[in-house]
């Protein structure tokens, strides 16, 4: 297994940390507390989310996502909800529609879709909202101009 990891721009120097406990490519990552997490991926796709506590060096598991997914975007909000949307299926033929968010403690939600689903982008914060703008429509090189923008789902429910 490779090496993971863990770049100090203060020294200059790198870190050697304990490796994804399942290797897989086209991840996607977001911050829960003190953890640094990956979602979904591919080899085989997977629903998995793993999480390195980077103070004690150790992986744990959060909760998998509704769906298995690779090469989504994900984005921990300011308070710490995260949005993942996004990515392939398993067998990298049809684009996932998922779009789901994770309040720690409470788990994923289900049941909402992308209107534009697609894969190969990342999120951004910006102004608190998360922003996707390109990625393939379908599987393989299918570029697009769409930009999708999400709100905090968190900060929503908390005004019901």
């Known amino acids: 297994m490779a090496a993971a990891e863990a770049f100090d721009?203060?020294?200059n120097s790198w870190t050697v940390v304990p490796s994804l406990p399942t290797p897989r490519n086209h991840v996607s990552g977001f911050v829960v507390g003190g953890t640094v997490c990956?979602?979904?991926g591919r080899y085989p796709t997977t629903a998995r989310v793993d999480c390195l506590d980077v103070a004690h060096s150790t992986w744990s598991r959060l909760p998998d996502l509704p769906r298995a997914t690779s090469g989504g975007g994900a984005v921990t909000f300011l308070g710490g909800s995260v949005v993942l949307l996004g990515g392939q299926n398993?067998?990298?033929?049809a684009i996932v529609d998922q779009f789901t968010h994770l309040t720690p403690g409470s788990g994923w939600s289900t049941g909402e879709t992308m209107l534009v689903p697609r894969h190969g982008f990342e999120l951004a914060l910006y102004e608190g909202r998360a922003w996707a703008c390109g990625g393939g429509i379908a599987p393989g090189l299918h570029p697009v101009a769409t930009c999708t923008s999400v709100g905090n789902p968190a900060a929503a429910n908390r005004g019901k």
């Open 38 to 40: 990956v979602a979904g």
């Open 90 to 93: 398993a067998g990298e033929t």
């Open 9 to 11: 721009p203060t020294s």
